[in-house]
């Protein structure tokens, strides 16, 4: 599969009229030029998420969308190849990519940049011709930062998800069940094939039950 990318930006005004560009797929050069905010630690240390997403960016596969104030960015979106170690990478085509990381400075919440990531993600035509997924677990979600409970990060997230077109799906697998506030969503391009559909199907549920 050749993997398409066609840049896009957009100028978003957040709180007090502050500016943000958002927009990618980002080159490896323009993360290497940019500075990265002190507050994209959910994850690793600032420098090693950097460094994390500059050789991240030269996966074919790859595509980082970022939200930028004066050369400096300040959330980002990560989609790329499941981990081999997971269900998904059962996969058996090469167009299905998850929705790895998403991230916001936590002194830049409040100006939707999330929401605006996805948008900006979903812009390319490209996109069409993937199933994106995204897979919630509530022991990833920042829940002592922001003070909300597990159900109200949850409805949060999913709004959020839904900002870029991806929707709840249910699935057996394992970790997800194992938590009712985690789940499965995922987006199914409009040129995704019938056959792609079915494999994602079968990656989905995985168990027979006698009866």
Known sequence: MKHRKTYHSITHTGKENRQFQIAGPLSTDTIEQAEFDDGLKAFRQPEQQKKALIDVSKLEESRIVAAIENNKIVGYAVYLYPDEMERWSQYRFDNLIELGAIEVSMDYRGHNLAKEILKVSMMDDAVEDYIIITTE???????????????????????????????????????????????????????????????????????????
Request: aromatic residues 14%; negative net charge.
């Open 137 to 211: 677990y509530y022991w990833h979600w920042d829940l002592r930062g922001t003070g909300l409970s597990i159900w109200d990060y949850r409805d949060i997230m999913e709004k959020v998800m839904k900002s870029g077109g991806l929707m709840w799906y249910a699935t057996d697998d394992p970790e997800i069940t194992s938590h009712p506030a985690n789940c499965l969503m995922a987006r199914v391009g409009s040129r995704v094939s019938t056959e792609s559909v079915h494999e994602f199907d079968r990656v989905r549920f995985q168990n027979r039950y006698m009866i």
